[in-house]
């Protein structure tokens, strides 16, 4: 069974310019998360899907991202614009329905904001 | 507010000899916790979980992990530590999975052949 993928695996860009990261989770989960990492700092969360449908959005940072997962599949998370802060890793986890079922992550995109 | 704290930022070990690593947390209820790994080019991997029952929780690779509530901690053990244990460790907390994760800064795990 593949595991979570995201794409792409770095993305190097200007600051002002756009960004969309994609993740596709493991087939089945409808539960998907993004997460991101700064400087080395903790594993914060940013948002979580449920099927097509945000269930909780609170750790968005604000307004220049947005997050998509039409038809409850892939989602992408789009910066734009991009700013020198949005540099960091973003994880992605999908997770089956029940409670106690594990988040699995992906292996993160890596964002240089320059 | 809730929050994990991992105080160790490196930790170096030789090969074969064992390891702890340290967890601590600030949350409202008993909450869930677990541990993850990240090795260089992989995305994070589940190495237990601490849900509820016996305080002691094995895991994957050997791991091990004790809840202690008096302590509000939850620390990672494994008795003898491989080279390709060498990555970095991740604590988090959450009131359960399905909700989100808080997670500490991480450990980075060296280790000495």
């Known amino acids: 069974e593949a595991g979570v993928t995201q794409f792409p695996s770095h993305s190097v860009i200007e600051k002002g310019q756009t960004v969309t990261l994609r993740c596709d989770p493991i087939?089945?989960?409808?539960?998907l998360y993004w997460y991101r990492r700064v400087m080395g700092k903790e594993i914060k969360f940013l948002l979580h899907?449920?099927?097509?449908?945000?269930?909780?959005e609170s750790g968005m940072p604000n307004n220049r991202f947005l997050a998509e997962r039409t038809g409850g599949t892939y989602s992408t998370l789009k910066v734009q614009p991009a700013e020198l802060e949005d540099s960091g890793v973003y994880f992605c986890a999908s997770r089956l329905a029940g409670v106690a079922d594990t988040q699995y992550f992906g292996p993160g995109t890596r964002l240089t904001v320059l | 507010a809730q929050s994990v704290t991992q105080p160790d930022i490196h930790i170096t070990v030789s090969e074969g000899a064992s390891l702890e690593l340290r967890c601590n947390y600030s949350y409202g209820a008993t909450p869930y916790l677990f541990w993850y790994v990240q090795s260089p080019g992989q995305g994070l991997q589940l190495l237990l979980k601490?849900?509820?029952?016996?305080?002691l929780v094995q895991g994957i690779k050997g791991f091990e992990a004790e809840f202690k509530r008096s302590q509000s901690s939850f620390n990672l053990r494994k008795p003898s530590v491989h080279w390709s244990d060498a990555a970095e460790y991740f604590c988090?907390?959450?009131?359960?999975?399905?909700?989100?994760?808080?997670f500490g800064s991480g450990t980075r795990l060296l280790v000495r052949p």
């Open positions: 899907f449920v099927k097509e449908s945000k269930q909780d």
């Open positions: 087939s089945g989960h409808d539960n």
């Open positions: 601490y849900f509820s029952g016996d305080t």
């Open positions: 988090a907390v959450g009131p359960d999975s399905s909700y989100k994760l808080i």
